[in-house]
């Protein structure tokens, strides 16, 4: 076998390898860490060892038919060649095919409130699990968790927002905790599970109608995003370390020049291998949809809230938000990401947090379609605490605040 030969077999040993050893790292290590030695985590090992001797024989080889003297340019091209495999198709990978995430044994019970254990379709017919706290005063929200995580990382939120009445439905994503279906880290789904807890909230007798709000954290944030873009029921969001789930969203990478125009292509190489993956539908870009639901004679409220220390939160819920004046930004400071399933509250419903009302008439250009007055529109208390509040001063609201946790002697008891 020639020169020329031996390094064509090389190149595609090196390229197999890749792909294997992308694929096996997007597998193994995440499966295992959350469920154990199971079957999807053995095979991610076996691909990734594979991929790596695959690839560790591909590179000697290659080097060993190329002369000293086009080293300099060899080793540089394998390096780039497997930071794009490992960061687009071992990303899509772990996106795509995500480990099933359980509940912690938490319930609503644990933070004082008594609920109702629901179950009701996506409008595509998967069958989600959740918790619903009755509504006290007519309005309610439905809370969408983060990628990896289950309802019960949305306890404490969920408390804040039951103790001064408002109605509150916790469901696990489908593919997470107790709901059926196939998970997917970038919330593709989002917008059919989410219109499932709308149908679900708008058919409970103590919701009114046109007071139905989405909250999300993460992946969470985003889903009630595309969700209010899609759903003219919805009429507020809250949405904490809201920042892409298509390449379109990455518009704000803008600001870092060079570096973030290479950052958007490859971006737009690894959400094109997700779309292969999954038969997830590829959503409206965040910021077409907020134009979509602001854009509508009676539009949706926004409040989108970023972490001060994530440089980037800021950035994309500038530009998710764009110029509508139904949308506002605010940056806590000093505040990280929204949490995981073990971690604290974020930027939402600190623990012991309070729900201060705004000033009479402050009801600036988010007055929700709820109707209600604009004096008794609610603040939901960042982590920044009273004396610090996060920049900006205005959130969508679902109507007046009630004190206390609703009560239903037919359902799971609390310490309220």
């Known amino acids: ?21 992308a694929v096996g790292v997007g597998t193994g290590p995440r499966h295992y860490a959350a469920a154990g030695l199971t079957t999807a985590a053995a095979l991610g090992f076996v691909l990734l060892a594979v991929g790596l001797a695959a690839t560790a024989w591909a590179v000697v080889a ?20 497997t930071y794009l495999a490992l960061w ?12 099933r995430p359980q509940l912690d044994g938490r319930t609503p019970a644990d933070v004082g409130l008594t609920y109702q254990d629901v179950a009701f379709p996506s409008s595509d017919g998967v069958r989600l699990e959740g918790w619903y ?10 809370l969408l968790h983060g990628a990896g995580s289950t309802r019960s990382a949305v306890l404490d939120q969920a408390a804040v927002l039951a103790g001064h009445g408002y109605g509150v439905l916790l469901y696990d994503a489908r593919g997470h905790g107790g709901s059926a279906g196939r998970g997917m880290d970038f919330g593709w789904y989002g917008e059919r599970d989410a219109a499932g807890a709308v149908d679900f909230l708008a058919d409970q007798a103590d919701v009114s109608p046109g007071r139905i709000g989405l909250v999300g954290l993460s992946m969470g944030g985003e889903q009630a995003i595309g969700a209010a873009g899609v759903d003219d029921r919805v009429a507020a969001v809250v949405a904490e370390g809201a920042t892409n789930r298509t390449a379109d969203d990455k518009g704000f990478l803008a600001a870092y020049g060079a570096r973030g125009e290479v950052q958007r292509w490859v ?21 077409q949809a907020v134009g979509t639901a602001t854009g509508r004679n009676d539009p949706t409220a926004f409040l989108l809230v970023a972490a001060g220390d994530v440089e980037t939160e800021p950035l994309a819920a500038d530009y998710i938000g764009g110029d509508s004046t139904d949308v506002e930004v605010w940056t806590v400071p000093g505040a990280p990401s929204p949490p995981g399933p073990e971690d604290g509250t974020g930027g939402l419903g600190a623990p012991g947090g309070r729900l201060p009302r705004r000033a009479p008439g402050d009801a600036g250009g988010l007055a929700p379609r709820v109707g209600v007055e604009p004096t008794s529109l609610v ?4 982590q920044a605490g009273p004396t610090g509040r996060p920049t900006g001063d205005r959130c969508p609201s679902l109507g007046p605040a009630s004190g206390g946790a609703a009560k239903d002697p037919a359902a799971h008891g609390g310490t309220s």
């Open 379 to 382: 603040l939901i208390q960042s």
């Open 267 to 287: 971006d737009h190489l690894t959400y094109g291998v997700v779309d292969l993956l999954t038969d997830a539908p590829t959503p409206d870009p965040l910021r």
């Open 88 to 99: 687009t198709i071992g990303q899509a990978v772990a996106a795509a095919y995500p480990p």
């Open 133 to 142: 706290v009755p509504s006290r005063n007519g309005a309610a929200v439905a």
């Open 62 to 81: 290659l080097l060993r038919s190329t002369r000293r003297r086009w080293w300099v340019l060899t080793l540089p091209l394998v390096l780039v060649g």
């Open 1 to 21: 076998m020639g020169t020329a030969s031996r390094r064509g077999v090389a190149c595609l040993v090196l390229a197999a390898g890749l792909v294997l050893l």
